[in-house]
């Protein structure tokens, strides 16, 4: 299996080369060349699966057992999910009228990131040590990223990670998840200003390709192939969890709603179904619309400003993952791909070609949610089924009342839900609802803090990079005095 950029210009490379590389060297995004194809009887036998079942099987598809036997695959899986709360890691939640909701969160940090960063974690060491090499990671959060991949390499011996937080635009528990943990491979940045601002430097950074390998520096972001893969898994689960028989020809359609920001559930998904898996699926944003805008009139481009919301980790203007679903669905044409993505970097504003347009209209629908939508169907949740949601998870959930107010669905449908409410106060407490917050979060309160500033005004790439360089001599020192 060899990996390929979505805009053409760079080499093929392995997993390994994938894994490393978040971004191509030509600013594209790493795609599998091939896709497996997947026939109704190996659906039918996936479909008893776990999920860390499902997640073996799909990373054996497209990891080389040269690179990672499949023996170590199956450890190295295993071992990512061993401090998942929930036996089943992944849990169905079948609630009133029809109502499946896809608990993604049962991880150390109550997100669902835990379950693509625990394996990337996991994948990242085992090349390491195996090549006697150091990385330092650099990791831009709106949220829950900064958290899940900190749990993943905190206190590994070979990995430094950095994490540039948005202060003030995330929610407090998700702010001290972060800040909270003091291990000495853990360096976290407070920047004043949104997400869309603080991937700037980040890609700068990255922009300089010397720089880079010099450094040995990889991100963690959801444009992180391993993660994308992982996050398939999500909707193999999904589909066998509700379609309501395996044993029909054709295979029933089931609708998975994910509630998205940058794009990576959905690629995955987009992914999903090109290999064979009977789902459409239907992308839900908040207010901050691009994804929403894209599928339903082909305008792909930037709002005036990010517009905070009670979903915050979705308050993305730039879904960078929507580049792997443009070259997706236009038939694997990097040319045309690199033409789209190089125009919307310019100008920030791109209309979809026509037939690009009605293939992802014919993959995907979509819906935006306001606010206001988002804490009424957390009450109505609650009033009917004495379950909280997140968020997130509800503005996949307003989706489902909306159409079930309008319609008897044809089809089963399962809300992917993101993260547990209890990293939302906030947003419970504007639902009118109270909240239960386990003892693991309240604890965080009374932890010591550490976190850098970058303030306004600042050069946040020259500190950037000031950062990465005196980890890469503190790595260096250390090599030589244990040789």
Known sequence: MRYVSTRGMAPRVDFEGALFSGYAPDGGLFMPEELPQLDTETLRKWSTLSYPGLVKELCALFIDPELIPRDDLHDLIDRAFRRFRHPEVVHLSRLRNGLNVLELWHGVTYAFKDLSLCCTGQFLQYFLEKRKKHITVVVGTSGDTGSAAIESVQ??????IIVLLPKGHCSKIQELQMTTVLKENVHVFGVEGNSDELDEPIK?????VGFVKEHNLMSLNSINWSRVLVQMAHHFFAYFRCTPSMETDPLPLVEVVVPTGAGGNLAAGCIAQKMGLPIRLVATVNHNDIIHRTIQRGDFSLAKAIKPTLASAMDIQVPYNMERIFWLLSGSDSQATRALMEQFERSQDLRLPKELHSQLSA???????PDEAITRTMARCWEQNRYLLCPHSAVAVTYHYHQMDRRQPSN????????S??????????????????AEIRALESKETRCAPMRRGDDWTLILRGAIEGLSQQWRGR???ST
Do not use: I, M, R, Y
């Not at 206190?155 to 430094?160: E, I, L």
């Not at 700068?204 to 300089?208: G, K, L």
């Open 155 to 160: 206190g590994a011996k070979n990995v430094d």
């Open 204 to 208: 700068a950074v990255f922009a300089d």
């Open 363 to 369: 993959a995907v629908t979509s819906a935006c949610v």
């Open 412 to 419: 089963p449908w399962c809300c992917l839900a993101p993260a």
């Open 421 to 438: 409410a209890a990293k939302f106060p906030e947003a419970v407490l504007a639902a009118g609802l109270t909240l239960e917050t386990p």
């Open 479 to 481: 090599a030589q005095s």
